[in-house]
């Protein structure tokens, strides 16, 4: 139940959890890999032909050019082209990061669950998270090339035809697959929706099911993110430890949480969350990959760990050259567009200023990348200053 320290499983549920059922499979390293890979994959083959649409084709863009254009407009034109074509490469990056996260959440909450605990995880809404409102706000401006477009063509004097023509090719090969990474993202914060349905649960075995299900622990994201923020996910005064242990401590931690209880003797669930709620470092999207922390723990040293984490600084070790590639591509982008102002071409002071920010964007992700590669040194630190 809620709040209280995990009780001893009875020797029926030990014997039931020593079993293997066939849902384990969705919790070992290279299945959760293999569903990482289908369900980021189809979003990479939508975001790169994308790219290269943007980068390869002058179809989806109008000419920014202040010597035919007033100042503003040409500015506003050369503000969403470059957005246009920096947010593509920003997705991939944050389309690696959902990757991680659904590895990370997803894994602890199967080895728990195999251990006779239910992880609740927290109910997040995307238009809460920073990261997902400043990837919307950057396709908006990008998609504000419609209007400057829509200017440019009634300047010219072209039918409404012509228009029609490239809005439908800007809505067919950047606007549709746009929306649908968005989408993607936002159905990414809801784990729970990922995760195995109590139906598949049940079905293999009805009976040990209930008998497991009758005396299940129920644990908070909020409890157990804070437990291992603290170090409890290892047992005191050892320097190795089993995942099993590490499990034990893990779930004794979050359960054993104080109580409170109004007026009716009812337990106050408000009360409880904001009595473990931690103030986020980081935007939430990125804050939800606190399971990184206990599953790579270098203290942690069995097959079950270790094979886990070759998958994931597999994964890993994709993400961070693609981060710095493409760090280095808006920086070589804001380069080429100073060279331009220094030129005359004033109007490309909006495309410098766009790739500038976009740099910073990507220069912000690829510390938070970076420091889930260092966890486990992180984690040596903290057992050796605690």
Known sequence: MYGTAALAPSPDVAEVLRRRFSWHERGEPLQLLMMAVISVGGQYAALGVMALTVYTSSGLFVTCDSRQQPLAIAFACECTKSSMRCF????????????LRQIARQRIYYEMLRRGALLDFETVTPFHDPLFLLLTFCLLISLTHILVAAWQYHED????????????????KYVAHSCVFLAFLASAYDTENQLLPLSKYVEEDPVAARLLLSQMAIVLEASAAEAVERGRHIPEGVETCTSE?????????????????????????????????????????????????????????????????RVWYAVNGCAIPLTFLVLLF?????????????????????????????????????????????????????????
């Open 245 to 309: 242990e590490s499990y034990a401590c893990l779930l004794a931690a979050s359960t054993q949480v104080p109580l409170h209880v109004d007026e009716a003797g009812s337990l106050s669930m408000a009360q409880l969350l904001l009595e473990n709620a931690r103030v986020e470092k980081y935007a939430k999207f990125i804050a939800e990959m606190w399971p990184a922390r206990a599953l790579l723990d270098p203290r942690i040293k069995d097959d079950n760990s270790l094979r886990f984490k």
């Open 88 to 99: 593509v490469l920003f997705a991939m990056i944050v389309s690696l990061l959902i990757a």
């Open 157 to 172: 004097d072209k039918s409404v035809d012509q228009f029609l023509v490239f809005l439908k090719a800007v809505v067919v």
């Open 330 to 386: 808006f920086l070589r982008q804001v380069r080429n567009d100073l060279e331009d102002v220094r030129k005359g071409q004033t109007e490309d002071v909006g495309g410098l200023a766009v790739a500038f920010l976009y740099a910073l964007a990507t220069l912000q992700l690829l510390t938070y990348i970076w420091d889930l590669l260092f966890i486990p040194m992180k984690s040596l630190h903290r057992a050796a200053s605690a």
